[in-house]
């Protein structure tokens, strides 16, 4: 049995460092906007050729209070995980789909595999 569950992990590790290897962007900065609570949320997104390096939450609508916790923790959660399979912030979760939607648009024009972003966690 630890055998197996040994071989399991390595594989996993494997199919997780060939993943994260296989992500590339078009190094450089895009802006983009998604539709939050009280209209877009704008962000600009800094990558490398590798990583998303830089999320910065531009102008937007959102509630002061309630958007905060969303607009503080989710471009740090993305930043630290390289991924779009972040958790939604209880209470602004409008606020915080916006974000990954504009996230999901900038890594599109820098030519990253969206898709693969909301499968990595």
Request: aromatic share 4%; hydrophobic share 45%.
């Amino acid at each position: 049995m630890k055998k197996i569950f040994s071989t399991v992990l390595v594989v996993l590790l494997a199919m997780s460092l060939f993943a994260a290897a296989k992500m590339s962007y078009k190094a450089g900065t895009y802006t983009a906007a998604a539709k939050g609570m009280n209209g877009d949320v704008n962000v600009t997104v800094t990558f490398s050729k590798t990583a998303i390096k830089k999320i910065e939450i531009g102008k937007h609508g959102e509630t002061p209070g309630i958007s905060d916790a969303a607009i503080k923790k989710m471009p740090e959660q993305i930043l630290k995980t390289q991924s779009l399979a972040v958790d939604t912030v209880s209470g602004a979760t409008l606020t915080s789909n916006a974000i990954l939607g504009a996230v999901a648009s900038a890594v599109e024009q820098a030519g990253g595999d969206v898709n693969a972003l909301k499968a990595k966690k």
